[in-house]
């Protein structure tokens, strides 16, 4: 799908073109063989300060009924994304590569390994500790929230546009200011409560150098 008419969108003085999208269709099925919906991936061809990257925009499948029975469908989407990175990459063998969202599961489990494979980075991996992550359920971190990147980011020599750094923008005013939850992320919802706050996750980052 072409894109020429949409504008660049400007991200804190970073300018990213959409050149293309598509939205790739995750199929599950439940145990009696019917259809099982959940979100799709999406792919989006683009410019990063006149730099081509393919990003892949991921909301994978709840673990809401427990996540040993639905980690497949974590790994059917983690199989999902490798078809699409093996097209991306018979258009460009080359191509810089940016998978994020919401995975529904750490950076060391089976469904992220798959998604990471041999050519992809997660700087994730490391920020998941006792103390902090992106989301926290029954007072344990979780880091379901993630960015990997293809590995042509990481080149020192003769790379224009390189990976700098990652984190969790985990500020004062996202945070429960007080009670049993203090500094959880501050959520919108409590159930049908609503208390004002921005989301249950923090966000995650990566920044990147462009010479």
């Known amino acids: 799908m072409s894109a020429e008419s949409i504008p660049p969108y400007c991200i804190e003085k970073i300018f990213f073109t959409i050149l293309k999208f598509e939205a790739h269709t995750l199929f599950l099925e439940t145990e009696t063989g019917q259809r099982d919906f959940t979100r799709d991936v999406l792919h989006i061809k683009g410019r990063l300060e006149d730099q081509e990257v393919y990003v892949l925009i991921n909301h ?10 639905t980690g497949h469908k974590r790994i059917k989407a983690a199989e999902k994304n490798r078809e699409i990175i093996a097209q991306i990459k018979e258009e460009n063998s080359n191509a810089r590569i940016i998978v994020m969202g919401d995975f529904n599961t750490d950076p060391t489990s089976k469904p992220i390994a798959l998604l990471k494979n041999t050519d992809l980075f ?12 992106s989301l926290n359920y029954k007072s344990e971190w979780n880091l379901f929230d993630q960015i990997l990147i293809s590995h042509n980011f990481l080149q020192l020599h003769g790379n224009s ?31 049908k409560k609503y208390l004002g706050g921005i989301s249950d996750h923090f966000p995650v980052f990566v920044i990147f150098e462009i010479n």
């Open 60 to 69: 994978w499948p709840s673990r809401r009924a427990g996540a040993n029975s």
């Open 161 to 191: 546009f390189r990976f700098k750094k990652s984190g969790i923008y985990n500020k004062r005013e996202l945070k429960e200011p007080k009670g049993r939850f203090k500094g959880n992320p501050f959520r919108t919802y409590a159930g």
């Open 122 to 133: 997660n700087p994730m991996e490391l920020l998941l500790t006792r103390y902090e992550g």
